[in-house]
């Protein structure tokens, strides 16, 4: 049973913007308090990208992507988008949405193990 999909991704050159788009079905969308993304590139591990709440949209995001990536909710969607600009090619990698049923706070939202629902991910390549 699918709950995440993502969409938006591709292949853009350095500078470029991409959207990323994440439909969680109704009960996966309700019961989350958590949503957001990481990614990953070859030969490095996991990394957490930035995290919204569903309910009063706190936002966190990874020092490497603040100012450039900006994460945001559709509740009458069931969506999360994450809006990618300027990107270089450190941004190329596979990215994933997740979600959590807990509120995660600046600790630990970007500890994978938190979250328990997973995206099959979106590959995104910079060229420079």
């Known amino acids: 049973q699918v709950r995440l999909v993502e969409s938006g991704g591709g292949s853009v050159q350095a500078g470029g913007s991409l959207r990323l788009s994440c439909v969680a079905d109704a009960s996966m969308y309700s019961g989350a308090n958590s949503l957001g993304w990481f990614r990953q590139a070859p030969g490095k591990e996991r990394e957490g990208v930035a995290v919204?709440?569903?309910?009063?949209?706190?936002?966190y995001y990874a020092d490497s992507v603040k100012g450039r990536f900006t994460i945001s909710l559709d509740n009458a969607l069931n969506t999360v988008y994450l809006q990618m600009d300027n990107l270089h090619s450190g941004d190329t990698a596979k990215y994933y949405c997740?979600?959590?049923?807990?509120?995660?706070?600046?600790?630990?939202?970007?500890?994978?193990?938190?979250?328990?629902?997973w995206g099959q991910g979106t590959q995104v390549t910079v060229s420079s």
């Open positions: 919204i709440y569903t309910r009063g949209e706190t936002t």
């Open positions: 997740v979600a959590s049923e807990r509120w995660l706070d600046w600790r630990r939202w970007s500890r994978s193990h938190e979250y328990d629902t």
